[in-house]
């Protein structure tokens, strides 16, 4: 299970140390830094498939996304209130991104190439990457070490060993040193962070995917656009856990049962609502009746992964459906690590009214943006977890 989450200087998040539970739910007013927040998992999880530089730079690249306040962080003047005018820059570019596990932990150190750099002078590139073991990065627990182009691993004998001395800068070495035999520990932190799983305003429109028939095969995961919906659905049902996936649907829809309409190989979802003479197909369905089934095949997955990390997922949902959802929720947490980004009080207060029930390991974590910087409310520097970034 992750512990901790750290950013540093990507967006408003200028330095931010967050803790997370089994169930974590981070909230705040808009624009207090939840999508940067969401967006920073997202970005660490793109690097265990060589991803993060690309994404980085179709935000538009380290001078768009680095911290653009001060370099001390933001502050105010004693008397006046007025924050405090940034100055001119003596410290290298800096985008950091790291987790501490239980057993294993990763950062990476993202800064802008050395010129000449050519045509592509404003793509990031990675300046230092670290693996360490335990919950806590620091020196002696290290496993993996990379310096610029150089990456070291400790062999069998606790010593370091020279993997390679030509890793491209824009290559991380969690995709291009992960051998099972050599380093094994990189091959595991990179299997952990491409098992986490992420959904993000999955679409309901007439023209969405979870609408229209497609061919159907066993689907222990729902994909990313929800276009397998059914599939996945009918995967719940016979492999699943069906007793709650009926018991999900008549909560929010008393009376109600889904039908998976299977055709030539063609799966279409429908459902069957009390006092109607015939199921309403895809196409018929609310926005919000298609969003909540998502989410229950989504939460429900017979494949729970190491994270599962839920951007809104209150949106285009009615209120009544707030509280259902708020329990498939924290049920999820039971199987898996869930983070959780939103800004609807309803479903938060359901969200913690249900963990008072279950007892569960949950935070609810409240963002908040002082002159520019996004912090979390309550939260003292001695509070914070430790945390030590690699030097350059």
Known sequence: MI??????????????????????VVTGANG????????????????????AVAALAREGGLPSTVWAGPE??????????????????????????????????????LGLPTPPAGAFAFDPVIKREWVWAGPVPRPAALLADRHNNVVRV??????????????????????????????????????????????????????APARASHIGTRTMVLGSDGGDLAAALQTIREVGDDEALQAAVDQAFPGSAIEIDVLGGHFELCMRQHGLLRPLRSAELSDGTVRYLLWIAALLTPRPPELLVLNEPETSLHQELLRPLAGLIVDAALRCQVVVVSHSSVLIEAIRDRIAERGSDAAIVELIKEAGQTRVLGQRVLE?????????
């Open 3 to 24: 512990r901790t989450l750290a950013v540093e200087n990507y967006r408003s998040l200028r330095q931010l140390y967050l803790p997370l539970a089994r169930l974590t």
């Open 154 to 207: 400790r062999g069998d004998t606790g010593r370091w060993e020279v993997a390679t001395q030509d890793l491209r800068t824009f290559d991380s070495m969690l995709t291009e040193l992960a051998d099972p035999r050599a380093a094994p520990e990189l091959l595991a932190v990179r299997e952990q962070m491409r098992s986490w799983r992420f959904y993000d305003h999955l679409r309901t429109d007439a023209q």
């Open 32 to 51: 207090s830094g939840k999508s940067s927040l969401y967006r920073s998992l997202r970005l660490l999880s793109d690097a265990a498939r060589n991803g």
């Open 72 to 109: 001390g962080g933001s502050r105010f003047k004693a008397k006046s209130n007025r924050p405090v005018q940034g100055t001119t820059r003596t410290s290298p570019v800096a985008l950091r991104l790291g987790f501490a596990g239980d057993d294993l932990g990763f950062a990476m150190d």
């Open 384 to 392: 914070e977890p430790f945390w030590s970034w690699p030097s350059r």
